[in-house]
Each structure stands twice: as C-alpha cells, then as structure tokens.
C-alpha cells in the first residue's frame, strides 16, 4: 500500500514515542534502579542532557551542563549534585536504551530493497572510529600503542547501506582486536549479503567463510599477501600427476605496479590469494596518484612513530596502489563501482568526530566518560534511524537523493525540538517531522560533483540528479 506522506510520517512519529517517552523512558530506569524514589532529576532528564540537547558531557563544565539542563527542562541542580548522577546506574541505563533501540529495530520497514536492481539482500559496512582519552582511564580503556600507561577508546560498528540497520555494535577499550569482531559479525552473515569490509578485518578464512554461506565480499587486500594465477603450461610427472609446485605462478606486485601510470586500474578476473589457503577470486589493482600516494606515506609514517615499529620497504612501495578483492561478479559489481561502494566505509564515521564530538574529553570520572559515549551513540542511533526513513520519503515522493552528510547535521539541529515534541504528544512530533522533511527536501538533496557515483548510482535506483558544477575561479 502506498501511504502518504502524512501517514507515514505518523507511523515513524508513533516509533519514537513507543521508544523514547518520558513513561516508557521511566519504567526502563526503574528495571535497572537508576530511579529509586521521587526526584527532579529523571530519566527523561538524563536522556535530555546526554542526547537531545547535543552535550558534550565528557567536556563540557559542570556548571554549564547545568545551566542547560535548566534552560531546556526547568530542573535546577547543583554541580556536584548533577556530577554524582552520572554513576553506574545511569551507564547501565543509557545502555540499556541503546540495546533496547538496536534491537528492537527502529523503523525497520524503510529500505532500498525494494527499489534496486541488485540482487543484494543487505550491504553491510564493517568498521571502527578510535580516538584518544586522558592516560588516566588507561586502567578501564587501554590503548594500542607500545605504553601501557596511554589510554584509548575504539567503536566497532556494522549496518546496513540498504535500511540504515545497525547490525552490530562493540565499545570497548583502543587494544579490543578488529579481526576478533569480525568473527563474531559473521554469525548473522545470510545468503546474498554483501560485506564491506576495511583493511583491519582482513583474514582469508573469514571471506571464505562468507563465500560459503553464499554471501559476498569486498575487501582491501593486505599488501603483503601473495597473490597467484593458475599456470597455462603446469609440469607433470611421468605418470601424469601434476607437479604441485607448477599449479600456480606468484605475481610480482612491484612489477605489477610500476607498469600502470598513477590512477590507472587493472583487472585479474581469475585469481588465488595466499601461500597456503589459494582462496579463488577477483583482483583489482589501482595505482594511486603521486599526492595519494605521498598522502598515505605521512599517515604511515605517524603511526609507526606511535606505535614504535617500522614498515618494510618493499611494502612502503606498494602503498602507492590499492588492490582490492571480491566474490562478485563483474555483472553485480563492474569494477569502476568497487572503490566508490568501499568509501561508504568512512563516510559514517566521518560524522561522527565532526558533528557529534564523540571523541572530545577531559580528565573526568569514567561514568561520566561512559555516559558520554553510551548517549552519543544513542544520538547517532537516532541520527540514522531518521535519517533513512527521510531518504526512502524523498525517493519515493520526489524521486530524489538525499546527502547522508548534509542529514546528519540537519537532523541533529532538530534534537532539541524532537526532545520537546515527544514530550508533548505523537500529533506535536508529527509537526516537528512535517517540518524536518520540508528542510530535507529543500537543502539535503545530493549534489553529483566530478562525475562521482553515489550509492543510487551504484544501486540502479532511479532519481533525479541534481548537478553542481565547479564554478570559475
């Protein structure tokens, strides 16, 4: 059935109520005792302060914490009074909101399935956002670099490009190990996924493993693994058996690179990757240009100093290329698309130091820090969860994209409002949304710059482009 705007916008207003009322908000902090008798200061406060009113609580004075808590709820506390309720019980509170959110799958019906020519059930994203904290929480959230006196905090996140879906979550300390969590993220791998996956996941026994569960990948592959071809002309024995050392022939990569001019691509349909494993699949080599590949050199050489170690030079040589390697074929993913479909990976997590601070904190308790993390990650949940249905509305009634980076603020400057009409009722949010997808409509829409694809793009999902051109200087 094809629901108006007003309708289903209605039913997204009715989600959020069912999620984040003050009621439902207070029976869930009564279940894990962060409301024990009467007071001022509620849930709905906590959730206020840690979400909608976009706090800093990590980094923000104590003093201005409360003003604003006062200005937007009326409730006046001291600062020392408001610093002792950021304790276990509201971490264990706010965690149990964000469980409750992911879970229980806000919005669930809004994805691009329906709409593309793909044959993907669900893309999903793999990766991870580190950032520093004082050497004071090194006790709790150990970092990775060679001093076990520095202290680091490193979000592992999975969702779905299609609905918005985020499929798996971990917080945890900077030194938790990226291969680790990608194992656990392959317990929910179904036929037809298609998983992206970054650089620090990479392990040939999970792609296999993807491959056998008839899902996909795509993944960057690690520059010191050896890559082969079947041998057209393999030895034999007398007998006719097959010399096992002829089968295959090792590429020399150096070589490989330095044959392409920088930004040329090239293609080996039928490949083998690793010494032991031969895991059968489809390489794609691009050599980067001399900027990129200067670029990736700094970036190299400030996490050697960090992490005291020192790269190979063979392996600083092929820094100037990126390989990647798939399952799919060129018919469900033309090569041209494969890097463009791997920079969604950064995309979301772009966002998040730039619009929700999350890595911004000062020398605090660690249930402050914690309350800080758990009620950004619920603003980002929030973010997402919006964000989507908003993108399926514009598809389906203006046949338009919508820039998730342009959203995210959009929708963000609209928390304190959302705050305030969830409060009041499922007819004032309703208004609030009306509202937000006006601004969407006007001032979200995609821009195409330099021929660049999108996600639509690379979809087949039929929109109408919006084309900026470079302007004279």
Same mark, same amino acid.
């Given at each position: 059935?094809?629901?108006?705007?007003?309708?289903?916008?209605?039913?997204?207003?009715?989600?959020?109520?069912?999620?984040?009322?003050?009621?439902?908000?207070?029976?869930?902090?009564?279940?894990?005792?962060?409301?024990?008798?009467?007071?001022?200061?509620?849930?709905?406060?906590?959730?206020?302060?840690?979400?909608?009113?976009?706090?800093?609580?990590?980094?923000?004075?104590?003093?201005?914490?409360?003003?604003?808590?006062?200005?937007?709820?009326?409730?006046?506390?001291?600062?020392?009074?408001?610093?002792?309720?950021?304790?276990?019980?509201?971490?264990?509170?706010?965690?149990?909101?964000?469980?409750?959110?992911?879970?229980? *799958?806000?919005?669930?019906?809004?994805?691009?399935?329906?709409?593309?020519?793909?044959?993907?059930?669900?893309?999903?994203?793999?990766?991870?956002?580190?950032?520093?904290?004082?050497?004071?929480?090194?006790?709790?959230?150990?970092?990775?670099?060679?001093?076990?006196?520095?202290?680091?905090? *490193?979000?592992?996140?999975?969702?779905?490009?299609?609905?918005?879906?985020?499929?798996?979550?971990?917080?945890?300390?900077?030194?938790?190990?990226?291969?680790?969590?990608?194992?656990?993220?392959?317990?929910?791998?179904?036929?037809?996924?298609?998983?992206?996956?970054?650089?620090?996941?990479?392990?040939?026994?999970?792609?296999?493993?993807?491959?056998?569960?008839?899902?996909?990948?795509?993944?960057?592959?690690?520059?010191?693994?050896?890559?082969?071809?079947?041998?057209?002309?393999?030895?034999?024995?007398?007998?006719?058996?097959?010399?096992?050392?002829?089968?295959?022939?090792?590429?020399?990569?150096?070589?490989?690179?330095?044959?392409?001019?920088?930004?040329?691509?090239?293609?080996?349909?039928?490949?083998?990757?690793?010494?032991?494993?031969?895991?059968?699949?489809?390489?794609?080599?691009?050599?980067?240009?001399?900027?990129?590949?200067?670029?990736?050199?700094?970036?190299?050489?400030?996490?050697?100093?960090?992490?005291?170690?020192?790269?190979?030079?063979?392996?600083?040589?092929?820094?100037?290329?990126?390989?990647?390697?798939?399952?799919?074929?060129?018919?469900?993913?033309?090569?041209?698309?494969?890097?463009?479909?791997?920079?969604?990976?950064?995309?979301?997590?772009?966002?998040?130091?730039?619009?929700?601070?999350?890595?911004?904190?000062?020398?605090?308790?660690?249930?402050?820090?914690?309350?800080?993390?758990?009620?950004?990650?619920?603003?980002?949940?929030?973010?997402?969860?919006?964000?989507?249905?908003?993108?399926?509305?514009?598809?389906?009634?203006?046949?338009?994209?919508?820039?998730?980076?342009?959203?995210?603020?959009?929708?963000?400057?609209?928390?304190?409002?959302?705050?305030?009409?969830?409060?009041?009722?499922?007819?004032?949010?309703?208004?609030?949304?009306?509202?937000?997808?006006?601004?969407? *409509?006007?001032?979200?829409? *995609?821009?195409?710059?330099?021929?660049?694809?999108?996600?639509?793009?690379?979809?087949?999902?039929?929109?109408?482009?919006?084309?900026?051109?470079?302007?004279?200087?």
């Amino acid at each position: 059935m094809d629901l108006s705007l007003s309708e289903e916008l209605h039913l997204f207003s009715q989600e959020l109520q069912r999620f984040l009322s003050p009621i439902v908000l207070q029976d869930l902090a009564k279940q894990v005792d962060f409301v024990q008798r009467s007071s001022k200061y509620q849930a709905n406060e906590l959730i206020a302060l840690c979400v909608w009113l976009s706090q800093e609580v990590a980094s923000t004075l104590l003093t201005q914490l409360c003003s604003r808590l006062e200005a937007s709820t009326g409730v006046l506390m001291s600062p020392e009074g408001l610093n002792q309720r950021f304790n276990p019980a509201a971490v264990a509170f706010l965690r149990e909101v964000f469980t409750s959110l992911l879970t229980q *799958k806000l919005c669930l019906n809004q994805s691009l399935s329906a709409h593309m020519t793909s044959t993907f059930n669900r893309i999903r994203i793999l990766d991870a956002t580190v950032f520093q904290l004082p050497d004071h929480f090194a006790m709790d959230y150990r970092g990775s670099g060679g001093s076990s006196n520095t202290a680091g905090v *490193k979000i592992q996140l999975e969702y779905d490009l299609l609905s918005g879906q985020f499929l798996n979550v971990q917080l945890g300390p900077e030194k938790n190990n990226d291969k680790t969590y990608g194992i656990i993220c392959l317990e929910t791998v179904e036929t037809d996924d298609l998983c992206l996956r970054d650089l620090g996941y990479f392990d040939l026994s999970d792609l296999q493993s993807i491959h056998d569960k008839e899902a996909y990948y795509i993944s960057r592959l690690k520059l010191n693994t050896r890559i082969y071809i079947k041998n057209p002309e393999p030895e034999y024995f007398k007998n006719g058996t097959l010399k096992k050392q002829t089968e295959y022939i090792q590429l020399d990569m150096t070589q490989m690179m330095s044959d392409l001019v920088p930004d040329e691509a090239l293609e080996i349909p039928e490949a083998y990757i690793g010494q032991n494993q031969k895991l059968p699949t489809r390489v794609m080599i691009h050599r980067l240009t001399d900027d990129q590949t200067q670029t990736r050199l700094k970036n190299q050489a400030i996490r050697e100093k960090k992490k005291g170690i020192i790269m190979k030079d063979k392996s600083k040589c092929l820094m100037g290329m990126n390989v990647y390697i798939t399952n799919t074929s060129p018919e469900k993913v033309p090569t041209e698309y494969v890097h463009p479909l791997r920079w969604q990976i950064e995309i979301l997590f772009k966002t998040w130091k730039s619009f929700f601070e999350i890595d911004e904190c000062k020398t605090i308790q660690k249930e402050r820090l914690e309350c800080h993390l758990c009620g950004q990650l619920i603003g980002i949940l929030l973010c997402s969860s919006t964000m989507f249905p908003m993108r399926q509305l514009l598809l389906e009634k203006k046949k338009q994209e919508l820039s998730e980076y342009k959203a995210i603020y959009m929708i963000k400057d609209y928390f304190p409002l959302l705050f305030q009409a969830i409060a009041v009722g499922t007819e004032e949010l309703l208004n609030i949304l009306h509202r937000l997808y006006q601004l969407l *409509k006007k001032k979200g829409r *995609k821009c195409h710059r330099y021929k660049k694809m999108t996600v639509f793009d690379i979809l087949g999902v039929v929109y109408e482009k919006m084309v900026k051109h470079r302007q004279a200087a």
